[in-house]
């Protein structure tokens, strides 16, 4: 149970131009040796400890959100700098407004292997390092295993960190605990392919820091870099969506989505009715444009004449399976049961297990919002000699015969409003299919319910 945040007054500190921790109300005092401090030594709560220094490098006051961890609890503050006026000193006060104690074994992430679907949904790569940086999993875009030559070698062994002061800038931040942000790197091995690097401190049940959790986003080589050589779904340079204008709307977008949320769930107490509704009316709308910027993002990427896929060896069953996991809490929503492959089944085929999964989330997510609340959605799978096929069948009120080759279209909608489609999805999902060897076709009719199947080629 996380406790209230907002304190009746703020918790005060003082620290002087060396970093030491001069002064501290009873609250700070304790958090301080708890993370390893001593009474008149330096502040040893990392970000807080960073954010006076940048304070004192910008020469002004800041504003915050901190996260600190103890051997209890987990501690998220709101802090606020005061540079004192020509204090000879330099001394610099702290006061913080917001203190959320929040166990340890309280879950605050979705589970790794969820976390590592939409990741690999999204094309980014996992690297789980250790606490010394030693890589301990990792698992890169179009590999369908992880990879185990690298297990046991330091990150900084594997890939070069660009530019060169970036290396620096890396060790710094790993030394204090902080989250690593568009870290650029080089892989080291003979494909040279770039990535941006976007880390997380782990912190286990005792408050220990374990590691690092990275994401990894394959970048375009630079200029004259792989002359040549394709790169599978790769990133352009020079797009507007995918590599300038996504990223950019990403990160507020989630923010939004994530404060909508947390307000119209009541978390931080009481709320009017009329609010929490607002709250998630807000929450929904960020989602249906965060589903858009993908969507657009795709769209510029498959249009591009050096598209490409990979041929990867995937399990139909096993993707049915992980994109019905990510779904789930949308399902449950609707009372909507999604009835699967039995587990122990398995149906190989060949194509990129990226694009294969983004085409199964995309089918599963419309029969979940064009079906019935309390409605069942059936995932089957067959194969002849050529193909493989998995469909995905709803209880909604079908398509008519006259419209089913439109909802392939760019942005046709069937003249729907509302209801969160951005009229692409399908589209982007039979373009997909076909630049993997394969087919994505419907079988419906108005009233009954319709049925997408998508055919892959079977392994070779």
């Known amino acids: 149970m996380t406790t209230a945040g907002k304190l009746a007054d703020p918790v005060r500190g003082k620290v002087d131009a060396d970093g030491i921790l001069l002064s501290a109300d009873p609250r700070l005092m304790r958090l301080h040796l708890r993370s390893g401090g001593a009474e008149g030594g330096p502040l040893a709560v990392p970000e807080l400890a960073e954010l006076c220094r940048l304070s004192r490098r910008l020469g002004m006051n800041l504003s915050r959100p901190a996260q600190a961890s103890d051997d209890e ?18 001394q610099l006060e702290l006061e913080i407004m917001d203190w959320k104690e929040r166990p340890h074994e309280e879950p605050d992430q979705m589970d ?4 590592r679907d939409f990741d690999r949904l999204e094309g980014r790569g996992v690297i789980r390092t250790d606490a010394a940086l030693r890589i301990i999993a990792r698992q890169m875009p179009g590999d369908a295993a992880q990879a185990s030559d690298a297990i046991g070698q330091s990150l900084l062994d594997i890939y070069d960190v660009i530019p060169p002061s970036g290396h620096t800038r890396l060790i710094e931040a790993v030394a204090e605990r902080q989250p690593v942000r568009n870290q650029r790197v080089r892989e080291k091995s003979g494909s040279q392919q770039l990535y941006l690097l976007q880390g997380q401190p782990l912190i286990d049940k ?5 590691g690092y959790r990275f994401s990894a986003t394959p970048e375009s080589p630079e200029t004259g870099d792989q002359a040549g050589k394709p790169v599978a779904s790769k990133l352009i340079s020079d797009s507007l969506f995918g590599f300038q204008l996504g990223p950019a709307l990403r990160q507020p977008l989630g923010k939004i989505i994530a404060n909508a949320e947390t307000i119209s769930s009541k978390l931080e107490g009481p709320l009017r009715g009329d609010y929490a509704s607002y709250a998630k009316d807000i929450a929904s709308a960020g989602r249906h444009l965060l589903e858009l910027v993908n969507d657009l993002s795709d769209l510029e990427a498959i249009e591009r004449p050096e598209f490409t896929v990979a041929a990867d060896d995937i399990d139909l069953v096993d993707l049915a399976h992980r994109a019905a996991g990510l779904l789930a809490v949308k399902a449950s929503d609707h009372q909507i049961r999604i009835d699967l492959p039995k587990e122990g089944e398995t149906l190989p085929a060949r194509g990129e297990f990226r694009r294969s999964l983004q085409i199964l989330v995309n ?6 919002r064009y079906s019935p609340d309390g409605s069942v959605i059936k995932l089957r799978v067959s194969k002849d000699q050529e193909f493989a096929r998995i469909s995905v069948s709803d209880q909604g009120d079908g398509i008519a015969p006259e419209d089913q080759d439109r909802i392939f279209q760019k942005f046709e909608r069937l003249g729907r409003s509302g209801d969160g489609g951005s009229g692409l999805g399908l589209f982007i999902s039979r373009r997909l299919a076909g630049a993997m060897g394969g087919s994505l076709t419907v079988a419906s009719a108005a009233g009954k319910g319709s049925t997408f199947t998508l055919a892959l080629p079977n392994p070779e």
């Open 363 to 368: 089918l599963i997510g419309n029969a979940i």
């Open 112 to 115: 790794p292997a969820r976390a």
């Open 206 to 210: 005792v408050g220990v820091f374990a």
């Open 73 to 90: 609890c987990r501690i998220d503050m709101w802090v606020e700098t005061r540079l004192a006026a020509a204090d000879k000193d330099q």
